[in-house]
């Protein structure tokens, strides 16, 4: 897996993160006991996976490292630069429309995403001055303090009961474990633009290297340790 992914990675963990703020949390969470039942959308599994987010705790930690810490202002700055090109140099590669069209087909409502997620980023906090004592460590260590509050073995056996009786989400975890997603990742990698904006990553000192990790460790979750 080279740079090329990396740099969507980046937009990706962006775009991930924007959408669990984005997220508008319904009244009660819904118990991990989970009724047998194959009419989900995979809107509605996303939904229901991120009311195990605990969202003001992560709102909070995000919003400290948006205005102090110095590492995420520039990464926010190259993700805010960058990331039309991105989008476009990622239309161009053969087989992501088809990708977008199945999770659609999944009733994913990728166009009320959208509008939330760029209704946020519009209004995320301005960087206000470098202070250690509010946050500190760059992505790597905001990634890692969000892990440590979140509920993972509740939410792990909650993505298991999602796996067995949501035809929605095996779907989604099928696709993604298919030779056709393999392809389409090494059709990423391949993209000129792509590995031209990840030199351009690299040298702001984004950080690449975590950033390949998390996406590694993501991917590996979901089509085998969840599996």
């Given at each position: 897996?080279?740079?090329?992914?990396?740099?969507?990675?980046?937009?990706?963990?962006?775009?991930?993160?924007?959408?669990?703020?984005?997220?508008e949390?319904?009244?009660?969470?819904?118990?991990?006991?989970m009724?047998?039942?194959?009419?989900?959308?995979?809107?509605?599994?996303?939904?229901?996976?991120?009311?195990?987010?605990?969202?003001?705790?992560?709102?909070?930690?995000?919003?400290?490292y948006?205005?102090?810490?110095?590492?995420?202002?520039?990464?926010?700055?190259?993700?805010?630069?960058m990331?039309?090109?991105?989008?476009?140099?990622?239309?161009?590669?053969?087989?992501?429309?088809?990708?977008?069209?199945?999770?659609?087909?999944?009733?994913?409502?990728?166009?009320?995403?959208s509008?939330?997620?760029?209704?946020?980023?519009?209004?995320?906090?301005?960087?206000?001055?470098?202070?250690?004592?509010?946050?500190?460590?760059?992505?790597?260590?905001?990634?890692?303090?969000?892990?440590?509050?979140?509920?993972?073995?509740?939410?792990?056996?909650?993505?298991?009961?999602?796996?067995?009786?949501?035809?929605?989400f095996?779907?989604?975890?099928?696709?993604?474990?298919?030779?056709?997603?393999?392809?389409?990742?090494?059709?990423?990698?391949?993209?000129?633009?792509?590995?031209?904006?990840?030199?351009?990553?690299?040298?702001?000192?984004?950080?690449?290297?975590?950033t390949?990790?998390?996406?590694?460790?993501?991917?590996?979750?979901?089509?085998e340790?969840?599996?």
């Amino acid at each position: 897996m080279n740079g090329a992914l990396v740099v969507v990675g980046m937009v990706v963990v962006s775009i991930l993160l924007a959408s669990i703020l984005a997220y508008e949390s319904r009244a009660t969470r819904r118990s991990t006991e989970m009724e047998v039942s194959t009419k989900n959308s995979l809107d509605e599994d996303l939904q229901d996976i991120l009311e195990f987010v605990p969202l003001k705790e992560v709102e909070k930690i995000i919003n400290d490292y948006l205005m102090y810490d110095k590492q995420i202002h520039e990464t926010v700055q190259f993700v805010d630069e960058m990331k039309n090109f991105v989008l476009e140099d990622l239309k161009r590669i053969p087989g992501i429309l088809n990708f977008m069209n199945y999770l659609q087909s999944q009733g994913l409502d990728m166009e009320n995403w959208s509008r939330k997620i760029k209704g946020f980023w519009m209004c995320k906090p301005n960087f206000v001055e470098s202070n250690q004592k509010m946050a500190s460590g760059g992505l790597t260590t905001m990634i890692n303090r969000i892990q440590k509050i979140l509920p993972k073995e509740e939410l792990h056996e909650y993505l298991r009961q999602k796996l067995r009786y949501s035809r929605s989400f095996r779907n989604f975890i099928i696709l993604i474990s298919s030779d056709h997603f393999v392809e389409l990742c090494e059709s990423v990698e391949k993209s000129v633009g792509l590995q031209r904006e990840y030199f351009w990553a690299t040298e702001a000192g984004i950080e690449t290297t975590f950033t390949l990790e998390l996406l590694k460790d993501l991917y590996v979750y979901l089509t085998e340790t969840l599996v």
